[in-house]
Nanobody, 125 residues
């Protein structure tokens, strides 16, 4: 039973920082591609950052240089450090896990992910 539990969301002023965490269980975490997605009110969900089994990362352009994604395979955890937050970063953030398609697979597309967390709200004012 795959489970992804996000934490770390909250309210922050523009320019501030938050660190999101995702605790994973129920599968071989280290082999999965992991990602963070977000959905703002009235908008479609978008991929924010992803990391593959080898530690390679990808980011959507709007967060490059501000967000840093990392994973700890010993703790089955995923982290998203968000700095210099902007009001447009306000959204519900979701952790997602994708079964390994092939070695080194990395994607920001929803189609690549099989399991999702419940989400955590991030509000930047």
């Amino acid at each position: 039973h795959v489970q992804l539990v996000e934490s770390g969301g909250g309210s922050v002023q523009a320019g501030g920082s938050l660190r999101l965490s995702c605790a994973a269980s129920g599968y071989t975490y280290s082999s999965y591609c992991m990602g963070w997605f977000r959905q703002a009110p009235g908008k479609e969900r978008e991929g924010v950052a992803a990391i593959n089994d080898g530690g390679r990362t990808a980011y959507v352009d709007s967060v490059k240089g501000r967000f840093t994604l990392s994973r700890d395979n010993l703790k089955n955890s995923l982290y998203l450090q968000m700095n210099s937050l902007k009001p447009e970063d306000t959204a519900v953030y979701y952790c997602a896990a994708g079964r390994p398609r092939r070695a080194g697979y990395l994607s920001l597309g929803e189609h690549a992910y099989d399991f999702w967390g419940q989400g955590t709200q991030v509000t930047v004012s």
